[in-house]
């Protein structure tokens, strides 16, 4: 059974940065894709970036490329979320989800398992 905790969030200002962590207590976690999300209030969830299995491989979307970083230590069941730079629109409850899959799948239907969300608010 995979379950997810994120934690980390909280308020920012413009320009600063978080790292947003999500544990997973399962024994699968090795074997799984790993895909952060967020959601602002009245916007639909929108995928931000993912990692596979082995962490070798990362996707971003284009308005967080080169402001987050996506890693994982498998051996901590953990994968995490560096946010640098940001601005007022990373404003969202941030979510991991979690696939048995070898490639990131970017639409969140695809993924099987999630947290329960972390806020983060970025002041201007």
């Known amino acids: 059974q995979v379950q997810l905790v994120e934690s980390g969030g909280g308020l920012v200002q413009a320009g600063g940065s978080l790292r947003l962590s999500c544990v997973d207590s399962?024994?699968?976690?090795?074997?799984?894709?790993m895909g952060w999300f967020r959601q602002a209030p009245g916007k639909e969830r929108e995928f931000v970036g993912g990692?596979?299995?082995?962490?070798?491989?990362?996707y971003y979307r284009d308005y967080v490329k080169g402001r987050f970083t996506i890693s994982r230590d498998n051996a901590k069941n953990t994968v995490y979320l560096q946010m640098n730079s940001l601005k007022p629109e990373d404003t969202a409850v941030y979510y991991c989800?979690?696939?048995?899959?070898?490639?990131?799948?970017?639409?969140?239907?695809?993924?099987?398992?999630w947290g329960q969300g972390t806020q983060v608010i970025v002041s201007s």
């Open positions: 989800a979690a696939r048995n899959a070898i490639t990131i799948p970017t639409i969140w239907r695809e993924y099987d398992y």
């Open positions: 990692i596979n299995w082995s962490g070798r491989s990362t």
């Open positions: 399962g024994r699968t976690f090795s074997s799984n894709a």
